[in-house]
């Protein structure tokens, strides 16, 4: 019988790396982000029952499945959200709009509106609800299943966010506010992109949007104004060369204070604009 330092070593030989290994561990021995506690049971046997568990889920990982899906938890902004293949796998890239959301929204107001277009895991909106518990936060997605997950991480977590399902803008209820901020995460890769083989456990309409993977950004970017506040901004994140692309959608919809953020890998991940107090029915139709 194997010593969970020995198990450990035996992973890492099949070609997992060393934090899949321990954290495909800690899942299986039901202690979920406890690193820790390995350096204290590094000798401890490694039970047969444990060993079956993990010989299924280590061959699903090295076929590619995300570690977030074979656990179900991943964190995303400090928060431990649950997650299936329903739903896309939080990334940390993704904690730049949250940051820039909260950076630009009232942080004392308690009549600051946000809209999360396209939840997913619900992990936008309820990132921004848990660190500024004044916002009223909305949040849609065209998906009931991922709707599904939303709520349960929602109730699970006890955030109180309402959530709608639909297309984009046509979720939204007669009586929703304007927003001082819409944010969202919407699908951004071309539907021939070679990267979807890698993205291939998860669901693909939460990842392709047209030829060039800019359709559903050029929607939301033409209809948000009808929806928002004056001065609010609308924030996007998008593919790592699409920046230009999106800036210049929202340059000719007249947003103004265009601009983009970076990542942690310095990548402009996000970009975003203010509306300005030109109307969009006093807009040229620019058919972009």
């Known amino acids: 019988m194997l010593s969970i330092t020995q198990t450990l070593a035996t992973l890492q030989t099949q070609g997992l790396d060393r934090l899949d290994a321990q954290l495909l561990v800690l899942h299986v021995l039901g202690r ?3 690193r820790g506690w390995l350096l204290a049971h590094d ?8 060993a079956e568990r993990l010989n299924i889920l280590t061959k699903r990982r090295l076929m590619g499945e995300p570690l977030a899906h074979l656990t179900c938890h991943q964190e995303f902004y400090g928060i431990d959200f649950h997650v299936d293949k329903q739903v896309l796998v939080p990334r940390p ?12 929204l009232p942080e004392y107001s308690a009549t600051a509106h946000v809209l999360d277009l396209g939840t997913g895991s619900g992990a936008i909106a ?6 500024r518990p004044r916002l009223a936060v909305w949040a ?5 299943a991922a709707l599904t997950v939303a709520k349960a991480n929602a109730q699970r977590l006890n955030i109180s966010v309402p959530f709608y399902a639909g297309n984009w803008f046509d979720a939204l209820p007669f009586y929703a506010p304007r927003f001082d901020c819409i944010v969202s995460n919407p699908p951004y890769i071309a539907e021939n992109d070679a990267h979807l083989k890698a993205l291939r456990f998860e669901p693909v309409q939460a990842l392709t949007s047209g030829a060039d993977g800019l359709d559903d950004i050029r929607h939301i970017i033409r209809y948000a104004k009808a929806y928002m506040k004056p001065d609010g ?14 800036r210049h959608f929202l340059t000719t919809q007249g947003f103004a204070f265009v601009q983009s953020r970076c990542d942690l890998m ?20 620019n058919n972009f």
Do not use: M
Request: net charge negative; charged share 25%.
């Open 140 to 144: 849609t997605d065209a998906s009931q």
């Open 43 to 50: 000798d401890d046997a490694f039970l047969p029952d444990c």
């Open 32 to 34: 979920p982000h406890q």
């Open 233 to 246: 901004w609308l924030l996007l994140e998008h593919g790592y060369d699409q920046s230009a692309a999106v």
């Open 266 to 285: 310095g990548i402009e991940r996000c970009s975003g604009g203010k509306v300005s107090k030109i109307l969009a029915s006093d807009l040229p139709d």
């Open 93 to 104: 890239e993704t904690e730049t709009l949250v940051d820039w959301a909260l950076e630009v």
């Open 126 to 131: 309820l990132a921004l609800k848990a660190t």
